[in-house]
């Protein structure tokens, strides 16, 4: 863990909120000068703890509102079977997330699409054709009940 004071721990916490926040603003939000608010966020920011800064968009505006988790086991566990898997699931456009687990599947992914028909389309497309998987279970996203960027500081 890296290592951070309160000090850069309320300027993180403005962050995750407000990316767009001035530095004028951000420094009067935690009392802190400019000049010393800059330099930290500069730190954060060379050191790596802020990786980037993003807009986050609604998904329902742009007409993906359908969220599916898909949870993948693979035919095996070998190195070329993972990296292969890795490599094309990571030019699947409509895949948000994908995560290697521990537990009865081997991959975790979370899919946004416009419908089930839309839905249907992207299996078809990419996720049938992913290799080394020897099961697929979907389930569908009824209502999002907590989502958040923001990390815990």
């Known amino acids: 863990?890296?290592?951070?004071?309160a000090t850069d721990a309320r300027i993180l916490t403005v962050?995750?909120?407000r990316g767009r926040i001035s530095n004028s603003d951000l420094s009067e939000e935690i009392n802190l000068s400019a000049s010393a608010c800059h330099?930290?966020?500069q730190r954060l920011e060379e050191v790596g703890i802020i990786r980037d800064y993003v807009a986050l968009l609604d998904p329902r505006k742009l007409g993906r509102p359908t969220v599916v988790f898909v949870e993948i086991t693979l035919s095996g566990q070998a190195d070329e079977v993972l990296d292969a898997f890795e490599r094309e699931v990571a030019r699947i456009p409509d895949v948000l997330e994908c995560h290697l687990m521990a537990g009865t599947a081997d991959?975790?992914?979370k899919v946004v699409?416009?419908?089930?028909?839309?839905f249907a389309r992207i299996h078809r497309r990419y996720l049938a054709r992913?290799?080394?998987v020897a099961q697929m279970h979907s389930s569908f996203a009824l209502r999002t009940v907590r989502q958040t960027t923001?990390?815990?500081v």
């Open 107 to 109: 991959y975790l992914l």
């Open 1 to 5: 863990m890296a290592n951070i004071d």
């Open 150 to 152: 923001a990390l815990p």
């Open 39 to 41: 330099r930290r966020v």
């Open 130 to 132: 992913l290799p080394g």
């Open 113 to 118: 699409a416009e419908d089930t028909e839309d």
């Open 15 to 17: 962050l995750q909120r």
